[in-house]
């Protein structure tokens, strides 16, 4: 499907996970992690997932550890991180 056509990329220094979709110029944004002004260590790092056979979630990088986000295709939000 063309709505399943997405860019995903990270803004690193601010926490922030981003979903463009090409074909209608949508764009959505999830703050993930903290900002490197709160602390570095627990950014947010540019590895970012997708689940096999779920489209709604991904996994992230965040600092040391990673987190599992739900973030359904047609939603603004994400449902769960």
Do not use: C
């Amino acid at each position: 499907m063309e709505t399943n056509q997405y860019l995903l990329f990270v803004d690193i220094k601010k926490g922030d996970l981003h979903r463009h979709y090409p074909a209608n110029s949508k764009h959505q944004s999830l703050h993930v992690g903290k900002s490197t002004r709160e602390a570095l260590q627990e950014t947010v790092y540019p590895s970012h997932y997708p689940v096999e056979g779920e489209p709604s979630y991904l996994v992230v990088g965040l600092g040391r550890s990673f987190a599992l986000v739900e973030w359904p295709l047609d939603a603004l939000t994400p449902s769960s991180l």
